[in-house]
């Protein structure tokens, strides 16, 4: 069973940093490509980037490319977003998710920016 634990969100004022991590199990993670998203309240998931099972590559989405970083652990069978320059428009539910699946969607972290 795929299982997606992410931890790290919280309440943040605009210009600081967080980093959100997503523990995972049940699945070979390793050679599994991952992804971030995000929810903002009222609107639409959106797909916040994604890294390939090496970390050798990594896709951002143009609203975050330049403040956010994804990374992995693959021994520690984590992936991370660290997140920099916040705006109260980063506000969302982040969720992790092994790139091109169908599986459902895990429970998230809550990242408010505000001051």
């Known amino acids: 069973q795929v299982q997606l634990v992410e931890s790290g969100g919280g309440l943040v004022q605009p210009g600081g940093s967080l980093r959100l991590s997503c523990a995972a199990s049940g699945f070979s993670f390793s050679r599994s490509a991952m992804s971030w998203y995000r929810q903002a309240p009222g609107k639409e998931r959106e797909l916040v980037g994604t890294?390939?099972?090496?970390?050798?590559?990594?896709n951002y989405a143009d609203s975050v490319k330049g403040r956010f970083t994804i990374s992995r652990d693959n021994l520690k069978r984590t992936v991370y977003l660290q997140m920099s320059s916040l705006k109260p428009e980063d506000t969302a539910v982040y969720y992790c998710?092994?790139?091109?699946?169908?599986?459902?969607w895990s429970q998230g972290t809550q990242v408010t920016v505000s001051s």
């Open positions: 998710r092994i790139a091109g699946s169908w599986t459902p």
């Open positions: 890294i390939t099972s090496t970390g050798g590559n990594i």
